[in-house]
């Protein structure tokens, strides 16, 4: 195994034992790890710390379980894993023990590729040719690593030797892959997403036992009051998980702490482009006034979560939590991704669709309450589907305001207008019950002239008020998407100043600094570029 400080980049060889033996004796710097029979107990070692997660050369063989009937399917596993890492940037290498096979093979990693969202096109990935002998295939290897590894001048005479596939004597069947192939996390140095979750813990009530022959039960905490005191005095019939840090939910909430989610009714209305640049924008004006705020954003999205492609960063996610025996402030912080450039920290929502039941809502109440403890801002993006109970019964809340976007289509509007009477009808109306001085409402994309006025779009609020405007600049916010640099976005003339005003009207009472317009807006004049600003609801 790699370990920290030694400067050499790990190698895992999934490949035949003489791959495996010539790669450890060629003398180059590099920690070759332990040889791997499968993909699938890959994954598992990695996931188990047998292998250094921080590995960033694979060998793959595409013929490891040739002659058995596990073949296919393990050429099939080959091909995910392979467009998995070569996405994620890792040195990918693959020996092409049966040339004549390659047609099929390769068609394998463009299907591999489709699935996980990936253009094959763009992979890279290297063949070698193991009949050339081990000489070859290290010099193949020194050529493509140039730069990164150092080789030894000249190979050793041992490498000279011929490279010959050992059929197996027996099929055997291939192990279920623990781990989602696109997850990734092995190349990040983090843990995986997929690891297996723990079975579900009983969770037990608030009162003691009442005698020493009962199992000992685990005491719960009552909701959070306002002031954030946590009162563990208070009686309360709520219950957390067995996992749950009773030492961390039971401190007071930072002073002052807020909590925002960001919701909306309709897909497609940039809400999750609002939550990271609210955060961000919150967390650089703090720090511009000179009383850094922290923030963590939530993705809470766990069937579509967008803010990992957002910040180009997919693990570890909230899933990594999850598995862990305690959820305390060190296994929380150390699953939590920093966006670059940003200054907030983000819980990500797991990757498959699959395993959003493995972190419900009991899961993220517990989470987001122990946040509280741990920042000073959340904010929390969530899905459209806002009577779900993930929403419902944790995000609106656990709250101090909830944020409507919403743009000027007419559907995103009717949609709102109808999100907004369900999220505020009292609960014997069969509506939510959220107050509605909690709510704000973000026009976002904001332009004028499109046919919709905006007393249309106030009355379609049922008087929630209009807290933020953010101007249409559709090439702008595309390609910092592309790029992963949201964060240059909040330099932009027309989106900076809108999320800097966004965030003083979400924290009305912090000290957070003005935008000041860039140098290249100053011969436009103020009115020219509040009306470009604010567009349909100029003032």
Known sequence: MTHAGTGQPGVIVVAEPAVHALVSASGAAWNVQAPMPSIAAMWAALSSGELDQRSRILVFSDSLKAGTGDDAAERAQTARALVAMANAGARVFILEWRPEAWPAFEESITAAAQTQGIDAADLAFHRLAPADGGRALLESMRGTLAGSVTFPESFAPEVDVPLARKEPSAARPVEPAMVNLSELSALKGLEFDDAEPAPPQPRVAASPPASTSEPARRPTLPPVSSNGAGDLAASSSEEYPAQASLELLGEPKRPGQVTITVTSSKGGSGKSTVSILLAAAIARASAEAGKPLSVCLLDLDTRDGQVASLIGKFMPTALNIRVQPVWDEERIRRNLVRAEGMDVDTLLAPIRPRTADTVGPDFYRTIVRSLQRMYDVIVMDTSVQYLEPLIADVALKESDEILFVTTLASTAVQGMARALREMTAPVDESGLGVPREKIGI????????????????????????????????????????????????????????????????????????????????????????ENRRRGLFRK
């Open 442 to 529: 973000i026009v976002n994309q904001s332009v004028a002239n499109v046919g919709m006025e905006r007393d249309q779009v106030l009355a379609a609020g049922l008087g929630v008020p209009v807290v933020g405007v953010v101007p249409l600049a559709t090439k702008d916010v595309l390609t910092a998407t592309n790029l992963n640099r949201m964060h240059a976005l909040l330099d932009h003339p027309l989106l900076g100043p809108a999320y800097n005003e966004l965030a003083r009207a979400c924290l009305p009472g912090a000290p957070l600094s003005v935008w000041e317009a860039p140098a290249a807006d100053a011969d436009a004049g103020p009115e020219a570029i």
